[in-house]
């Protein structure tokens, strides 16, 4: 369920009072999106989790400075992003093979060819995605597995929405390479 920036203030505002259900609420309605986020961005499990505890901790602390100006779930990927580059500057993130797919889920096929076909097409997605550089892969992960807007996208960034759309457009330059330069192998193989 969507929530409006009414709802988010009022949220914020039940958080800054102590309410602990306010605290609940928030986890259960972010903490998957969250942690699928850094789970692309992070690329390994633990490091993710973790990023995830310090996510919702500095949101905690921090809930008096949410405004309402972008919703909650914006707000907290813009932490979650904040707390991973800091990850990353310290040089703290293991090596680790790529995401599992997409939110998890597996393709609701009945067919088992159609299944098969699909868990081939997701896996040599998620090896593409964990080959671009960092900055298309958060890009891409931001905009196409958490469904951000533009917007939303350049607050967590912090860059301006032009900007953030260029970057989208040449991370899809990215994958459609590598995507392609996969395809040629496998044809050749």
């Known amino acids: 369920m969507k929530r409006g920036r009414w709802d988010d203030r009022r949220l914020a505002r039940r958080i800054a009072r102590g309410d602990e259900d306010a605290c609940v609420e928030l986890v259960r309605a972010h903490h ?6 850094l789970l692309h961005l ?6 993710a989790e973790d990023v995830t505890q310090e996510t919702f901790a500095a949101a905690w602390a921090g809930i008096g400075g949410f405004n309402g100006t972008s919703s909650l779930a914006t707000w907290l990927h ?13 040089d703290r993130l293991p090596a680790a093979p790529p995401p599992p797919a997409p939110g998890g889920r597996e393709p609701r096929h ?4 159609d299944r098969l076909v699909a ?4 896996r040599r997605l998620r090896l593409a995605v964990a ?10 992960v931001l905009h196409y597995f958490q469904g951000l807007s533009y917007r939303e996208m350049a607050d967590v960034l912090d860059q301006p929405t032009g900007t953030v759309k260029w970057w989208t457009s040449r991370a899809l330059a990215q994958l459609k ?4 330069a996969s395809s040629e192998n496998e044809i050749e193989g």
């Open 177 to 180: 390479a590598l995507l392609e």
């Open 131 to 140: 080959e671009l550089d960092d900055a298309a892969r958060e890009t891409i």
């Open 42 to 47: 992070c690329r390994h499990r633990q490091s």
């Open 32 to 37: 998957r999106s969250i942690f699928a986020f």
């Open 119 to 122: 868990d081939e097409e997701s």
């Open 78 to 90: 813009r932490i979650a992003y904040r707390k991973f580059v800091d990850l990353r500057r310290r």
């Open 110 to 113: 009945e067919d088992p060819l």
